[in-house]
């Protein structure tokens, strides 16, 4: 039996990102940057006011001008305007080699023949410079970083109507048991809803995979090794159910007698101790408990990471949130244990009931914490490390966000 650590070491060492593609950057979101981009021009392009305003002399501080001209974002300038003058100009209008500063429009007295300048003005005041944001030739894109909303917006700025990425992983999903039918499907008293693959498929998504799923095999050897066949030319097979211990439980079998390569099998770690990871052929294999709560904590533990590296992204560890225990929580030592809670942003809140075989609390769990096996008390307002599984920061409490 492996240990947490050495199971992650093992993920992070073995798993690398996939094949290349060139996507229009609409297309892209959620995609890993697959190279280095550079810019083709400056951020701005030319020098350009950052306001609705006036284009002034410094030596007509104080003083009634002439209005000389307006200039519109996307016009030319003239070149020149002398003493006594100034250009109206708005936001984005490209500047003139006269303008010496912007006023803006608020700041000015409107009077017969012109307008009144401010008597202090700072020297080039309102005024953005060629390439301050983006210089022409620098990298301003790296490879490995997701695609955002605004890593589309800095693409565009550069003109920019394709890019490389790493293609998106894909990813099959099905899972063993003749009990086990479809939540469309009518059940027997003695059969159960299948909640796992529509879980993983769904879970997947999210994490930015291309998912397909198989539907559930028989508890038979044969049906097992079929429905492996019928998906290991995906990057990753993902199953549940068939890898503890039962006479009819055969998923591992028929994984070796096609020859997978078992990196580790069975992690001490509760709940879901009988999980294999493994490779047949290029494509990765991870076989989780059938429990639906154990299934989903070594998602979130060894599947997550896994889907990570396949993507191309340099950020496939866990991340972690210090917080705080809301309350005092006793548990059974003997193994690293992993503890779903709520996080209320301050303080972490075990939840009261988490069995291996469980559902409902999964939609409950906004993280999770791991203890080592000689842990058997955790107090209140204890700093504890937490492994976020949703992070939508956005809250159902007002609060003021403001520093004061």
Same mark, same amino acid.
């Given at each position: 039996? &492996?240990?947490?650590?050495?199971?992650?070491?093992?993920?992070?060492?073995?798993?690398?990102?996939?094949?290349?593609?060139?996507?229009?950057?609409?297309?892209? +979101?959620?995609?890993? !940057?697959?190279?280095?981009?550079? #810019?083709?021009?400056?951020?701005?392009?030319?020098?350009?006011? #950052?306001?609705?305003?006036?284009? %002034?002399?410094?030596?007509?501080? *104080?003083?009634?001008?002439? %209005?000389?001209?307006?200039?519109?974002?996307?016009?030319?300038? /003239?070149?020149?305007?002398?003493?006594?003058?100034?250009?109206?100009?708005?936001?984005?209008?490209?500047?003139?080699?006269?303008?010496?500063? &912007?006023?803006?429009?608020?700041?000015?007295?409107?009077?017969?023949?012109?307008?009144?300048?401010?008597?202090?003005?700072?020297?080039?005041?309102?005024?953005?410079?060629?390439?301050?944001?983006?210089?022409?030739?620098?990298?301003?894109?790296?490879?490995?970083?997701?695609?955002?909303?605004?890593?589309?917006?800095?693409?565009?700025?550069?003109?920019?109507?394709?890019?490389? !990425?790493?293609?998106?992983?894909?990813?099959?999903?099905?899972? =063993? *048991?003749?009990? +086990?039918?479809?939540?469309? /499907?009518?059940?027997?008293?003695?059969?159960?809803?299948?909640?796992?693959?529509?879980?993983?498929?769904?879970?997947?998504?999210?994490?930015?995979?291309? %998912?397909?799923?198989?539907?559930?095999?028989?508890?038979?050897? /044969?049906?097992?090794?079929? #429905? %492996?066949?019928?998906?290991?030319?995906?990057?990753?097979?993902?199953?549940?159910?068939?890898?503890?211990?039962?006479?009819?439980?055969?998923?591992?079998? #028929?994984?070796?007698?096609?020859?997978?390569?078992?990196?580790?099998? *069975?992690?001490?770690?509760?709940?879901?101790?009988?999980?294999?990871?493994?490779? +047949?052929?290029?494509?990765?294999?991870?076989?989780?408990?059938?429990?639906?709560?154990?299934?989903?904590?070594?998602?979130?533990?060894?599947?997550?990471?896994?889907?990570?590296?396949?993507?191309?992204?340099?950020?496939?560890?866990?991340?972690?949130?210090?917080?705080?225990?809301?309350?005092?929580?006793?548990?059974?030592?003997?193994?690293?244990? !992993? &503890?779903?809670?709520?996080?209320? *942003?301050?303080?972490?809140?075990?939840?009261?009931?988490?069995?291996?075989?469980? !559902?409902?609390?999964?939609?409950?769990?906004?993280?999770?914490?791991? =203890? =080592?096996?000689?842990?058997?008390?955790?107090?209140?307002?204890?700093?504890?490390?937490?492994?976020?599984?949703?992070?939508?920061?956005?809250?159902?409490?007002?609060?003021?966000?403001?520093?004061?």
């Amino acid at each position: 039996m &492996i240990s947490i650590d050495d199971a992650l070491e093992i993920i992070y060492s073995k798993v690398t990102q996939k094949s290349r593609h060139i996507i229009p950057i609409e297309e892209s +979101l959620g995609s890993i !940057v697959a190279k280095d981009y550079q #810019a083709s021009f400056d951020l701005p392009r030319f020098d350009n006011s #950052a306001m609705d305003g006036y284009a %002034v002399k410094l030596c007509d501080a *104080g003083k009634e001008v002439k %209005v000389k001209e307006i200039i519109y974002a996307g016009d030319k300038p /003239e070149d020149i305007f002398e003493e006594g003058e100034v250009v109206k100009i708005m936001t984005g209008a490209p500047t003139s080699d006269s303008c010496e500063a &912007i006023v803006p429009i608020e700041d000015v007295e409107a009077t017969a023949t012109g307008i009144k300048l401010p008597k202090n003005i700072r020297e080039n005041a309102m005024i953005r410079w060629k390439g301050e944001d983006i210089k022409s030739g620098t990298p301003f894109l790296f490879a490995h970083t997701k695609v955002t909303a605004y890593t589309l917006a800095l693409l565009t700025s550069q003109g920019i109507t394709h890019i490389e !990425v790493y293609r998106k992983p894909k990813v099959v999903i099905f899972s =063993t *048991g003749e009990e +086990l039918k479809a939540h469309y /499907e009518r059940i027997e008293q003695h059969q159960l809803y299948n909640s796992n693959a529509p879980m993983f498929y769904a879970r997947s998504k999210e994490l930015g995979c291309d %998912v397909s799923y198989i539907a559930s095999s028989g508890d038979s050897l /044969e049906s097992l090794k079929s #429905a %492996v066949l019928n998906a290991k030319d995906a990057d990753l097979i993902l199953t549940s159910g068939g890898v503890s211990v039962g006479d009819k439980d055969f998923t591992k079998q #028929a994984f070796t007698e096609l020859g997978m390569e078992t990196f580790f099998s *069975g992690i001490n770690i509760k709940p879901g101790k009988p999980t294999t990871f493994g490779k +047949l052929d290029s494509c990765f294999v991870v076989n989780l408990p059938g429990n639906p709560l154990a299934a989903m904590v070594n998602f979130e533990m060894f599947v997550k990471p896994t889907i990570a590296k396949l993507s191309g992204t340099k950020s496939f560890y866990h991340g972690l949130i210090t917080t705080k225990m809301r309350k005092e929580h006793k548990f059974r030592a003997g193994k690293n244990t !992993v &503890i779903l809670g709520a996080w209320e *942003g301050d303080s972490f809140t075990p939840l009261s009931n988490q069995k291996p075989g469980m !559902v409902s609390p999964m939609e409950k769990a906004d993280g999770m914490i791991v =203890t =080592t096996s000689e842990i058997t008390l955790l107090e209140k307002n204890q700093t504890v490390k937490m492994i976020p599984i949703k992070l939508d920061l956005q809250s159902d409490r007002k609060e003021d966000f403001f520093i004061r």
